[in-house]
């Protein structure tokens, strides 16, 4: 299986400034022919179910405010959320899908500082 | 809208088996691929099963494969997942999810909780 390690573990940062969240896959989740890293990210407030923010490790999903960016390739993946809100606190998860079983990292949680 | 509505969850003894139901409506439901994932109490989330809709075929993590079951009915568009010999472990919120193209999660139901106790 793909593990996925997420860093830090939580984190707070004061409104209007910059979040900065990490994931690492054990092993490559990009495929060489379209150059498409199999990597979401999802957001999950207190209570409620995930919801999904970013595909394609950079596409955001329906609806996302572009304060969420995805980046990175292979191994290495970054969620930024800049300039940030009180409704942003939650706990993030990045998953692959590049193999089943897919597989979810252990999540970021997110607080103001 | 797309809406995905879980029953099912409850308390049940361990060795005890239970059946989730996942009832969807606000799409065309036959040919999509749908999953379950769980998450225990105050811990991360973990993918059970899925089912593409396309090719018809079901996907397990190795470690409930056997003990949990997935099955679709297109005619009623629901999905289920049938648990049998449950251990204290297994108790979550199961989530219902629907899967798009090649494997993200776009939409998600509330859950219906899981508690195996004695």
């Known amino acids: 299986d793909i593990v996925m390690t997420q860093s830090p573990d939580s984190l707070a940062v004061s409104l209007g400034e910059r979040a900065t969240i990490n994931c690492k896959s054990s092993?490559?989740?990009?495929?060489?022919?379209?150059?498409?890293?199999?990597l979401a990210w999802y957001q999950q407030k207190p209570g409620q179910p995930p919801k999904l923010l970013i595909y394609?490790?950079?596409t955001r999903a329906s609806g996302v405010p572009d304060r969420f960016t995805g980046s990175g390739s292979g191994t290495d993946f970054t969620l930024t959320i800049s300039g940030l809100q009180a409704e942003d606190v939650a706990v993030y998860y990045c998953?692959?899908?590049?193999?089943?079983?897919?597989?979810f990292g252990q999540g970021t949680k997110l607080d103001i500082k | 809208e797309v809406q995905l509505v879980e029953s099912g969850g409850g308390l049940v003894h361990p060795g005890g088996s239970l059946r989730l139901s996942c009832a969807a409506s606000?799409?065309?439901?036959?040919?999509?691929?749908m999953s379950w994932v769980r998450q225990a109490p105050g811990k991360g989330l973990q993918y059970i099963s899925h089912?593409?809709?396309?090719?018809?075929?079901?996907y397990y993590t190795d470690s409930l494969k056997g003990r949990f079951t997935m099955s679709v009915d297109n005619a009623k568009n629901s999905v289920y997942l049938q648990m049998n010999s449950l251990r204290a472990e297994d108790t979550a919120v199961y989530y219902c999810?629907?899967?798009?193209?090649?494997?993200?999660?776009?939409?998600w139901g509330q859950g219906t909780l899981v508690t195996v106790s004695s």
């Open positions: 394609w490790a950079s």
């Open positions: 998953q692959q899908y590049y193999t089943t079983p897919y597989t």
């Open positions: 606000g799409f065309t439901f036959n040919g999509y691929s």
């Open positions: 089912f593409t809709g396309g090719r018809g075929d079901f």
């Open positions: 092993q490559s989740v990009l495929t060489s022919p379209n150059n498409k890293n199999f």
């Open positions: 999810a629907r899967v798009l193209a090649w494997g993200w999660f776009d939409s």
